[in-house]
């Protein structure tokens, strides 16, 4: 596609289950990013991978958190037992490469809701 | 961590007016991005700015970096519906990562 798709767009689960969310980023983009976004905050970054390797995971808030990207391309962020708090929406990014100022380009994030 | 702080939280104008917005710290910006993002959406870059003091136009959008490099503002000339949204400011945190304010929420009236 031209942009980044994410999958599925709302989501809404049950306190103490597990979900998958997914990331497809610009054909040829080395860097991806997660980040989440809560209501009236900006996105704040949870884990990039520089190829298939995550380059930083200082974001991920605990171990419920997990993050993969087996081929270079589509991305997977991973919740376990998840809790209210996890609600949010849920922003991939994509970019050529992750030097500083090459630009960033987000998909249209998943609204995770717990309830 | 570079904290980022926004000014004001929310603008609501009416269509014609002109309006500035701000995003400061207390550290120096290595780099600052603006963004806009709408509803539903994901942010949308509009500009980096690099050098301090650097102004750089977009239409009706004037950004501007402080000379100490602290310090941002965007500027919109005679608002139009179409640019309601919330703008963000974002400084690099090294390797591609970024850190955000928690944005300045815009809404032009008709």
């Known amino acids: 596609g031209a942009g980044v798709s994410q999958t599925p767009s709302n989501k809404v689960t049950e306190k103490g289950k597990y979900v998958e969310l997914r990331c497809d980023p610009i054909s040829g983009h080395t860097a991806l990013y997660w980040y989440r976004q809560s209501l009236g905050q900006g996105p704040e970054f949870l884990i990039y991978f520089q190829g298939t390797g995550a380059a930083d995971d200082s974001g991920l808030p605990n171990d419920r958190f997990f993050a993969v990207r087996p081929e270079g391309s589509v991305s997977t962020l991973k919740i376990q037992r998840t809790e209210r708090g996890d609600s949010a929406v849920y922003l991939c990014a994509s970019s050529l490469d992750a030097t500083s100022n090459t630009e960033a380009f987000f998909g249209q994030g998943t609204r995770l809701t717990v309830v | 961590t570079q904290l980022l702080e926004q000014s004001p939280q929310f603008l609501s104008i009416q269509e014609g007016e002109n309006l500035t917005v701000y995003c400061n710290s207390s550290?120096?910006?290595?780099?600052l991005q603006w963004y806009r993002q709408e509803p539903g959406e994901g942010p949308v870059l509009l500009v980096t700015?690099?050098?301090?003091?650097e102004v750089k136009k977009l239409k009706r959008l004037t950004f501007q970096f402080g000379d100490a490099r602290k310090d941002s503002s965007l500027h919109i000339t005679a608002a139009q519906p179409g640019d309601t949204g919330l703008y963000l400011c974002?400084?690099?945190?090294?390797?591609?990562?970024?850190?955000f304010g928690d944005g300045t929420t815009l809404t032009v009236k008709p």
């Open positions: 700015v690099v050098t301090g003091g």
């Open positions: 550290s120096v910006f290595s780099s």
């Open positions: 974002a400084s690099s945190a090294g390797a591609g990562k970024s850190t």
